[in-house]
């Protein structure tokens, strides 16, 4: 049975670091891949980036300097890192996967405030 | 980045009324392996999305016959064949042919 959940803080203040890990099971990372996904409030979804099944990432290219996707596949995590946080960040972030975002975690709502 | 455009963003519909949602894509979502990356999904309010239809016509597990997916290139469209209360929400098309994978800007099904 295929699950993802995702985990992190609920608060980040501007300007820091968001960490988020996505937790898979039902499948293997090294074969399938996983995408973040977010949703600012009231707004629509946001593709933000994936890591493949090789272990190569791809990224929204609007974030890609501020996003770094990683994983490690002997724990089924995937993890997110984004920088310099601001206000227009907060949002609910899914993760997503595999066989083209078939399954959803419940996402994981963050709001970037001090 | 690949660029969806659908239409309409509101739609309103009754119950047991056939509607059709649009997605235009501003290049060929045809991949080089002969697939055609398109999805479309339903996000139910306070709920994660759903994927309905997988490579614009195949209907995910567990998803009721009433929707379709159709089209190719460019431009696609999702049917629902008799409205029912539970559709109720916001549909979206995603491309993954192309990286970065991009989303539509959403539909959102009312009753009218």
């Known amino acids: 049975q295929v699950q993802l959940k995702e985990s992190g803080p609920g608060l980040v203040q501007p300007s820091q670091t968001l960490s988020l890990t996505c937790t898979v099971s039902?499948?293997?990372?090294?074969?399938?891949?996983v995408s973040w996904v977010r949703q600012p409030p009231g707004k629509g979804l946001e593709w933000m980036g994936a890591?493949?099944?090789?272990?190569?990432?791809d990224y929204n290219s609007a974030l890609k300097s501020r996003l770094s996707i990683s994983r490690d596949t002997s724990k089924s995590q995937v993890f997110l890192k984004m920088n310099s946080l601001q206000t227009e960040d907060t949002a609910i972030y899914f993760c997503?996967?595999?066989?083209?975002?078939?399954?959803w975690g419940q996402g994981v709502m963050v709001t970037v405030s001090s | 980045d690949v660029v969806l455009t659908q239409t309409p963003s509101i739609l309103s519909a009754t119950i047991g009324q056939s509607v059709s949602i649009s997605c235009r894509s501003s290049?060929?979502?045809?991949?080089?392996?002969?697939?055609?990356?398109l999805y479309w999904f339903l996000q139910r309010p306070g709920q994660s999305p759903q994927r309905l239809i997988y490579?614009?016509?195949n209907l995910g597990s567990g998803v009721p016959n009433r929707f379709s997916g159709s089209g190719s290139g460019t431009d696609f469209t999702l049917k629902i064949s008799g409205v029912e209360a539970e559709d109720l929400g916001v549909y979206y098309c995603?491309?993954?042919?192309?990286?970065?994978?991009?989303f539509g800007g959403g539909t959102k099904l009312e009753l009218k």
């Open positions: 997503t996967g595999p066989l083209g975002a078939r399954y």
């Open positions: 039902g499948f293997s990372l090294t074969s399938n891949s």
């Open positions: 890591i493949w099944s090789g272990g190569s990432t």
């Open positions: 290049q060929s979502l045809l991949d080089s392996d002969g697939n055609t990356y």
């Open positions: 490579l614009v016509s």
């Open positions: 995603m491309q993954a042919t192309h990286a970065p994978w991009t």
